[in-house]
C-alpha cells in the first residue's frame, strides 16, 4: 500500500474513533522483520537488526532484549542451545503468518481486525490468547 493511501486510511480510522492528534507530526519508519538469523560466523545480530521486530505491531523491545541475552550466552558458551531466541523466532513466525492472511483477505480485512477486537473483550478469550503467546 502506498505511504499516501496508508496515512490517509490512518487519519480516517482516527477521526471514526474521536481521537484528536492535533497539531502532533506524525512519522514512521520501515520495520526489519523479515528474520534471516543470527549468526553469521563470528558475527552476531540481535533485534530488529537480526530482522526480529514485529511488522505486525511495530514492538521490538522484548526480541532485542531476548536476542541480546541469548546471543551473549552463545558467545560464551558455543554448546548453548537458546531456547528463548527460537521462542520468540516462533512467536514472530506466527505473527507474520496472521499478517499473510489479512494481506490475502482483502476486502474482508478490516471484518476480521474487528472480530479480533471484540473477541479479545471477552476475558476467557484474551487469556487464552495472552497465554499461548506467553
Known sequence: MKASKLRE??????????IDTGDAVLESSPISYDYRGSRFGNI???GEAAGLGSGL???GINQAL???????????DPTYKPEALNSV???NAIQNKFMRVLYLAGIFRGLIIELILLLMNNKYIRTRVSNAFS
Open 44 to 46: 552476531f545480530l540481535v
Open 57 to 59: 505491531s511495530g514492538e
Open 66 to 76: 531476548v536476542s541480546g541475552q541469548e546471543v551473549a550466552r552463545m558467545i560464551m
Open 89 to 91: 523466532i516462533r512467536f
Open 9 to 18: 486510511n490512518f487519519h480516517t480510522w482516527l477521526s471514526l474513533q474521536g
